[in-house]
């Protein structure tokens, strides 16, 4: 294993948070203040955030060992069964979410399942090297990234009709809206999904000064988040960007800078970016978790099997994808996230001191 620096993992941290959502804004860009539910979201998972750091620096293991180790060998290994398969259906939701914006904005005479398939292929690829590579690529794709999402933010204002007047009134309808948009949704995605780091917290070698970077990049993520849903509420107002599926592509479509209209080859280079390294993370999260599952000591002939099942997820899904979306996701943060990206870390918080009470006694 190559070592990794914080400084990668920070910039890896930074892109997984904020590539994808960026780009698949469709759900929290219906109000006017909707921007203010991300920013109370970002402050919430902040102890969520030093809950995950906490448990790791307890242990010094990945978060199926952390299980195995907290509830014994036998819960600890269902719980673990549990997050591989969470983790490849998020590597499966965000490969579904990269399907959809290709088809339905870039390429929409392109075969959904021949673009997965090349997907899958440059995800296994990756995938035979080291996290360590993913990390470096990301800390080398991540200024691109920031600089092509700081032109459309910029340049936003070049769009007829541009007014921040469009975020008005501020708390029109109090403060309920805000909450039940924050809770548990936005503080599920895309804060919650850092959880996904416990698997790899393990490969940096220096572990100090964890927390601090990790608190930057919720800040960043944050304010990135929250001025990118003003710039589109306030360039396509707020019925367009509740009625569309990718408010952020047709935002930067509307962009015109001399000559260059219609900026899609910047749309596809951050679509790229933005999804890629997400999958990957997660696939890897998943294949980390089978090796604490099955107890083998190499994964890499599961490449092929995992390619495969997030394949056929992504594809399954992808079916009723848009009747999807106003049901699943709220199921799902419900249901799933919030128990697995919050009760069973608390329930790991509280084991933790149990155990460390009772050693003391």
Aim: charged share 10%; no cysteine; hydrophobic share 55%.
């Amino acid at each position: 294993m190559k070592s990794v620096t914080q400084k990668e993992l920070f910039y890896a941290m930074f892109l997984f948070e904020i590539g994808n959502t960026i780009l698949f804004a469709h759900g929290i860009s219906a109000k006017q203040d909707s921007w203010m539910a991300i920013l109370l979201a970002m402050a919430s998972a902040m102890p969520l955030l030093y809950l995950y750091i906490f448990l790791y620096q307890q242990y010094r293991l990945n978060l199926t060992e952390i299980l195995k180790l907290s509830f014994g060998k036998t819960i600890g290994k269902v719980l673990s069964v549990v997050y591989m398969l969470y983790f490849f259906y998020m590597a499966a939701r965000v490969t579904r979410d990269y399907l959809e914006l290709s088809t339905g904005s870039i390429f929409p005479m392109s075969p959904i399942k021949v673009i997965a398939i090349f997907l899958m292929i440059v995800v296994t690829y990756f995938l035979l090297f080291d996290i360590s590579v993913t990390l470096k690529v990301a800390s080398i794709l991540l200024p691109g990234f920031i600089s092509l999402i700081l032109v459309v933010f910029l340049f936003a204002f070049t769009i007829p009709g541009y007014s921040l007047n469009k975020i008005t009134p501020i708390l029109g309808d109090g403060i309920m809206p805000i909450i039940k948009a924050a809770y548990p949704q936005i503080l599920t995605f895309p804060f919650g999904e850092i959880i996904v780091f416990m698997m790899i917290f393990p490969e940096v070698p220096n572990k100090k000064e964890l927390f601090k970077h990790s608190f930057v990049v919720f800040i960043l993520t944050g304010l990135f988040l929250a001025f990118n849903n003003i710039n589109i509420i306030s360039a396509i107002g707020v019925y367009e960007a509740s009625r569309i599926n990718f408010p952020f592509y047709s935002m930067t479509r509307l962009i015109s800078l001399g000559f260059f209209r219609n900026l899609d080859s910047l749309y596809i280079a951050l679509m790229i970016i933005g999804n890629l390294i997400k999958i990957i993370i997660f696939a890897y999260a998943g294949l980390k978790a089978s090796q604490s599952v099955f107890d083998i000591k190499e994964y890499k002939f599961l490449l092929i099997p995992t390619a495969a099942i997030i394949y056929a997820l992504s594809i399954i899904t992808a079916e009723s994808y848009f009747i999807q979306i106003p049901v699943e996701l709220p199921l799902m943060s419900l249901y799933v996230h919030v128990p697995l990206q919050i009760i069973v870390p608390l329930l790991l918080l509280i084991v933790y001191f149990v155990k460390k009470r009772n050693l003391k006694s």
